[in-house]
């Protein structure tokens, strides 16, 4: 199957500036987002890729020269051997990344300039079941996963306490080095961060003893996340600095956590609405009554006026979930049933078999 071409995946003209590239990219992901209304992952996903590459200088050159036979996985082009494995490096710190935009769009905030030097930590994801009032009411919530944090013992440096640093052997102090790739078309290469120093040009002389240099651990981390308001299965929110932390004490990841709303008892939810069912009495079907009903703010006396034909839908406005974005409430729509009594007493039988004479 063909894949698209990523600069009309962008809507930009193959000599478009880094700027409008950016600029492109995130009105496309705002609009694309599965977080938002409307939202496509598929297409977010699409966004994106395009945008790993087309952000990156070196990437952006080689897949004008080549298109998507750079793509990791890709078949090779024209039989070419011993190309398959190729995979691009979306990590390391050149460039921009999913975190940098994606900082904005979370309300993460900035941090882009201080990541070029330093390792970032990967950002994670979780899924989490929550009840619908842990999102009506913006509940906290305790998750609990197993993610990278930073050592104790050397707070993330890598450097047993109070070692000196000495130059990088393996970067030569410049914290880069050059890997290169024999392809079809001949040799590339690539700069990435030095795995040795992390970037840093500098190692501890004597390396943590409890992390062994790397200055980070993998554990159980569990704390409480504020479930954001309003939010729907299918939805997911960032929480930063809880994804992993990153070696030498670089930036820690984000979280994204998809949410999924467990199946209430009462309310179904569409939307920012909530539906509900309720029933009256056949007496309060014919003269209308005021019946009590329990949202989920509270009870309330819902107006039934007479002569109400089973299966109609009551509206009560602003008594379903809170809404996402912007104030206010969705509604709560209750569809009110007739019950039909099953057990009589003597004098109501009596009584029904006389309105039964009127043909009612
Ligand atoms: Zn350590
Ligand atoms: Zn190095």
Redesign the pocket.
């Known amino acids: 199957m063909a894949k698209k071409d990523f600069y009309d995946i962008l809507g930009v003209p193959r000599d478009a500036s880094d700027d409008d590239i950016k600029k492109a990219y995130r009105k496309l992901a705002h609009q694309h987002h599965p977080d938002k209304a409307g939202g496509e992952e598929a297409k977010f996903k699409e966004v994106n890729e395009a945008y790993q590459v087309l952000s990156h200088k070196e990437k952006r050159k080689q897949y004008d020269a080549y298109g998507h036979a750079f793509e990791g996985g890709g078949a090779p082009p024209g039989g070419g051997a011993g190309f398959g494995g190729f995979q691009w490096d979306f990590g390391g710190g050149n460039g921009e990344g999913f975190s940098d935009i994606f900082g904005d769009f979370f309300g993460f905030g900035g941090g882009r300039g201080a990541r070029r030097k330093t390792n970032q930590g990967e950002d994670i994801q979780a899924s989490l079941t929550i009840e619908l009032e842990d999102s009506a009411f913006g509940r906290e919530k305790e998750i609990s996963l197993k993610r990278v944090v930073a050592c104790e013992r050397c707070h993330g440096s890598g450097a047993e306490p109070k070692s000196e640093t000495i130059s990088?052997?393996?970067?030569?102090?410049?914290?880069?080095?050059r890997k290169q790739f024999r392809t079809p078309f001949g040799t590339m290469a690539q700069n990435s961060?030095?795995?040795?120093?992390?970037?840093?040009?500098?190692?501890p002389k004597h390396k943590c003893t409890a992390c062994n240099g790397q200055g980070i651990k993998h554990a159980t981390d569990t704390f409480t996340v504020k479930i954001p308001q309003g939010i729907d299965s299918g939805e997911a929110f960032g929480v930063a600095g809880k994804g992993n932390a990153a070696p030498f004490g670089g930036t820690v990841g984000n979280l994204y956590v998809a949410v999924s709303i467990a199946k209430h008892p009462v309310f179904t939810r569409h939307g920012d609405d909530l539906h509900m069912k309720a029933s009256v009495s056949i007496s309060q079907a014919v003269f209308g009554d005021k019946v009590e009903v329990q949202t989920l703010h509270g009870a309330i006396n819902l107006k039934v006026p007479g002569g109400i034909q089973s299966g109609t839908v009551i509206r009560v406005e602003g008594k379903g979930m809170p809404k996402r974005a912007g104030y206010g409430k969705g509604d709560l729509l209750v569809t009110v049933n007739i019950h039909t009594p099953t057990k009589l007493t003597r004098r109501q039988k009596e009584l029904l078999e006389e309105l039964k004479k009127e043909n009612l």
Do not use: D, L, Q
């Not at 990088?168 to 080095?177: A, F, K, L, N, Y």
């Not at 961060?193 to 190692?203: A, D, L, P, Y």
């Open positions: 990088c052997t393996h970067c030569s102090g410049t914290g880069e080095v961060i030095c795995t040795e120093c992390h970037g840093r040009g500098k190692v």
